[in-house]
T-cell receptor, first 112, second 115 residues
């Protein structure tokens, strides 16, 4: 598969807990990006990690990338009800311009 | 995020109708994209335009016809659609298509329902 596959498909946690979502893929990538989509809205870019990077932080977000295992994880710390959304990993494959291949997403629900 | 605007937000049409979806970006970008998002399926790239030229057509049926008159506007003309074409159609833009690390900026989509 040239797309990422997120795991789990759905995740329900309490406010304040951490949420971890995983993305596995099979192709060679230039970078991997995470996007969030609130219900009825478009996707919003969260963070990009290059293939030569292993970890990146942005506020409460932490992304890791293991190219040997072809997997990435997105950690949201101290979750809030407003983090309720679907989260997608997107692969930018080598020699594919700025074309992104999206996975099926993880639906995160954060209960207040 | 108001950089990419899509109209209409909702559209209901019959299979024999002709309609158009519009996308406008105010970000000064040169690449624009159409995606289809169906329930329980990953986001599917349909078309890519870079500097007004179509660079990708992801085997999309001819009943979908894109048009990019300038770098700020993108249209998707619809004709004789099928019920399975009901989906959320998302437009996105990025600085250009060949740049290495450019996030894509999405509009809020047009929810299309085919009767």
């Amino acid at each position: 598969s040239q797309q990422g596959e997120e795991d789990p498909q759905a995740l329900s946690i309490q406010e304040g807990e951490n949420a971890t979502m995983n993305c596995s893929y099979k192709t060679s990538i230039n970078n991997l990006q995470w996007y969030r989509q609130n219900s009825g809205r478009g996707l919003v870019h969260l963070i990009l990690i290059r293939s030569n990077e292993r970890e990146k932080h942005s506020g409460r977000l932490r992304v890791t990338l293991d190219t040997s295992k072809k997997s990435s994880s997105l950690l949201i710390t101290a979750s809030r009800a407003a983090d309720t959304a679907s989260y997608f990993c997107a692969l930018r494959r080598r020699n594919a311009g700025n074309m992104l291949t999206f996975g099926g997403g993880t639906r995160l629900m954060v209960k207040p | 995020e108001t950089g990419v605007t899509q109209t209409p937000r909702h559209l209901v049409m019959g299979m024999t109708n002709k309609k158009s979806l519009k996308c406008e970006q105010h970000l000064g970008h040169n690449a624009m994209y159409w995606y289809k998002q169906s329930a329980k399926k990953p986001l599917e790239l349909m078309f890519v335009y870079n500097f007004k030229e179509q660079t990708e057509n992801n085997s999309v049926p001819s009943r979908f016809s894109p048009e990019c008159p300038n770098s700020s506007h993108l249209f998707l003309h619809l004709h004789t659609l099928q019920p399975e074409d009901s989906a959320l159609y998302l437009c996105a833009s990025s600085q250009d298509f060949l740049g290495g690390e450019q996030p894509q900026h999405f509009g809020d989509g047009t929810r299309l329902s085919i009767l």
